[in-house]
């Protein structure tokens, strides 16, 4: 296991992350993904420490919030030392009735950092992530809330997740004229047969220093290999169920049809090709990998140690190569003609 900064920070996180959106069960939706109970999830959670994971991610959400609660038993069941774990978690869904129960404002995060700490069991997280983009809340306000619980010690760092590329750097800009802590990651979606990131997202993560954690890296299960043109796959198989993240059809299977080729020649699976295609993306900080199974957890947690080809690389590239797009593709002809400038002038 390799060890990352995390964005621009001292902290140094694992590549993997475990992801448990599968603890608990609780709930119409979260039933459809995972419904672990904490004998199960206990095993998941010492096979990945482990393994060398140091980074688990969950949300107050999940399960309605019996995510939350499993994890922290599962840390004091294995006698996990606090110092010993990063442990992530995020705010912004309705966790009750009334209309101040959800989003971005001071109110909800005040009390969602409340209820997480009980729930974890733990005096402090150390990523508290704004789950998702709240417009009847100025950003202000969620910027200087997430400061005061760093202030107070209850948040180390804080994150965002699934923003846009401006709504980042308007906080960005907040935090630094103000002197608030930052947003040092991104919670987003990223896999190879998903690559929209790439436009706006991932020049400004590495122009600003802000580390990516990816979710969903095998598309809902999509690049398992288990599902067929057709739509079909095996019998319990989560994209059965749950239909999401939405993709290109067509692009995704002709994605998974290189992933199988190239992981039949290597003797590895297709979920490990399309895990170390995201760990080879220089913008990556952590691949959060989520599962059901111990032998699941094991073939994900294989990926760190298979290093891909150029040609393998390549290979993916072109079957996931996203299709041009303005003002990329006039980005990319200026970018040309500066440097044919540059050559004239004998200067490149």
């Avoid at 760093?150 to 948040?155: A, S």
């Avoid at 709504?167 to 990223?190: D, N, P, T, W």
Wanted: charged content about 25%; overall charge negative.
């Amino acid at each position: 296991m390799r060890y990352k900064k995390f964005g621009n920070t001292g902290l140094f996180v694992s590549e993997l992350c475990l992801g448990t959106m599968t603890f608990g069960g609780q709930g119409e939706l979260w039933s459809k993904i995972g419904q672990l109970q904490q004998e199960e999830a206990n095993r998941l959670v010492g096979r990945a420490l482990e393994a060398g994971v140091n980074f688990i991610d969950t949300a107050d959400v999940y399960s309605e919030g019996r995510s939350e609660t499993i994890t922290g038993q599962a840390l004091r069941d294995l006698k996990v030392a606090r110092d010993e774990v990063v442990i992530a978690t995020k705010v912004f869904g309705q966790t009750g009735a009334g209309p101040n129960a959800r989003g971005n404002s001071r109110y909800h995060i005040m009390e969602g950092v409340k209820r997480s700490l009980a729930r974890l069991g733990t005096d402090h997280i150390d990523l508290y992530q704004i789950h998702g983009f709240d417009p009847a809340t100025p950003i202000e306000e969620t910027v200087r809330a997430l400061d005061d619980l760093v202030r107070q010690g209850h948040v180390r760092y804080v994150g965002v997740s699934n923003w846009s590329a401006w709504q980042i750097m308007k906080a960005l800009g907040i935090a630094e004229r103000r002197g608030l802590a930052r947003f040092e990651s991104l919670q987003a979606y990223y896999t190879v047969a998903g690559r929209d990131l790439e436009r706006e997202l991932a020049p400004m993560l590495q122009s600003e220093n802000v580390g990516l954690m990816v979710w969903s890296p095998l598309a809902g299960g999509l690049l398992s290999g288990k599902y067929g043109r057709d739509g079909g796959g095996d019998a319990g198989s989560r994209r059965l169920e749950f239909d999401f993240p939405p993709v290109d059809r067509d692009r995704a299977y002709d994605c998974v049809d290189v992933l199988r080729r190239l992981a039949e020649a290597r003797g590895v699976s297709p979920a490990q090709m399309a895990l170390a295609w995201l760990l080879a993306q220089p913008v990556v900080s952590s691949v959060i990998i989520g599962a059901k199974r111990v032998d699941q957890l094991d073939d994900n947690l294989a990926a760190v140690g298979l290093a891909l080809t150029a040609d393998e690389l390549a290979e993916l590239d072109k079957a996931s190569a996203l299709p041009p797009e303005y003002p990329g593709w006039m980005h990319v002809r200026q970018g040309e003609y500066r440097r044919q400038q540059l050559r004239e002038a004998g200067l490149a």
